[in-house]
């Protein structure tokens, strides 16, 4: 009986989505094949530019407010459940919270970007311009 109940926790552990912070760097961007999803608004993605191959996604708007069931569908469309992907903004601040409750309530494999854009352009990247 015990190794049955072992074995229903670690599978159901197992089955449990992540959340992984790292450090918005050039380096990361530059070596990962996983899909990179931008939250940020329009009118942000125009004034800084946008990780070169990266999804544009607005979770808040300009007001802040959000629209969960809207985001959900789209974010669906872009990753599968179990893919682990990547959320960045501006400074790393609403990542961290949208990865949170993406990984911590709807058992989706999300990395943060921590620093976001601003990071990585300080650090030297090169963002691509926003159409």
């Known amino acids: 009986m015990r ?7 670690l599978f159901t552990y197992a089955t ?12 990361f961007i530059n070596s ?9 608004t329009p ?3 125009r004034e800084t ?3 070169k191959g990266s999804y544009t996604l607005t979770f808040f708007d300009e007001r802040g407010n959000y ?11 872009i990753v599968k459940k179990d893919e682990k ?17 993406l990984g911590n309530k709807l058992n989706y ?8 854009i601003l990071n990585l352009i300080r650090n030297g990247y090169k963002t691509q311009e926003y159409k």
């Open 85 to 101: 992907f990547a959320l960045i903004c501006r400074t790393g601040s609403r990542t961290g919270m949208v990865s949170n409750f």
């Open 32 to 40: 990962t094949k996983m899909k990179i999803i931008d939250i940020r």
């Open 109 to 116: 494999h999300v990395v943060n970007l921590r620093g976001g």
């Open 49 to 51: 530019g946008v990780v």
């Open 16 to 27: 449990f989505a992540e959340v992984i912070n790292i450090e918005a760097t050039p380096e």
């Open 67 to 77: 629209d969960i069931e809207r985001f959900l569908k789209a974010l669906n469309k």
């Open 43 to 45: 009118h942000e993605w």
């Open 3 to 9: 190794k049955i109940f072992t074995l229903l926790f």
